[in-house]
């Protein structure tokens, strides 16, 4: 495992994080308690701040990271993954919001200043346009991603499942 200071900013790892050795943590990222971070993930908080949230995994190969602040945009795009929230193999988050409790299917993509509200669903190979929003409850899917349907009452107990799930398969491996 990668867990690299960039400048003066060093990773915070909360309780019972799990880091897989292949993963790369980098610069002014927290990881909240329970979380996990799998093989050939990248979370790169150089040149803006990343916080994910309890209880939430990132997946192998995903791409975690921030547009950078200037003059013209003191705050730039940080990046901000909420509780309980399964981000899939292979998705890239950039500067963007997510909120508890979603999921984003593999290979996704969601842009600078995207909001994903709580409990959203996000289909496989989405794309989310920068700025766009994604209401609460929802399942969206397409590039761009567009709302599909309603979410029924078992792909919002999912949510809680999938988060569960890869805090004991953590647990599993940190005592293997």
């Not at 916080?51 to 192998?60: F, L, V, W």
């Not at 890239?92 to 299917?105: A, F, S, V």
């Not at 600078?112 to 929802?138: F, I, N, T």
Request: aromatic share 6%; proline share 3%; with cysteine.
């Amino acid at each position: 495992m990668t867990i690299e200071r960039f400048q003066d900013k060093r990773p915070q790892l909360g309780r019972d994080v799990y880091v897989h050795s292949a993963a790369t943590v980098i610069g002014e990222v927290e990881l909240g308690d329970g979380a996990s971070v799998w093989p050939g993930a990248v979370i790169r908080g150089d040149v803006n701040f990343i916080r994910i949230g309890a209880g939430s995994n990132i997946q192998d190969c995903a791409v975690l990271h921030v547009s950078h602040r200037s003059a013209a945009d003191p705050v730039g795009a940080p990046l901000i993954v909420g509780r309980n929230v399964t981000v899939g193999h292979s998705v890239i988050l950039h500067g963007c919001t997510i909120g508890n409790d979603c999921l984003i299917g593999m290979g996704s993509l969601v842009m600078d200043r995207a909001v994903l509200q709580d409990h959203v669903l996000l289909g496989a190979g989405s794309l989310v346009p920068e700025g766009k929003v994604l209401e609460s409850g929802w399942l969206y899917l397409g590039r761009p991603a567009k709302a599909l349907r309603r979410l029924t009452d078992e792909e919002l107990a999912y949510f809680e499942y999938s988060a569960q799930h890869y805090m004991k398969l953590a647990a599993d491996y940190r005592g293997g």
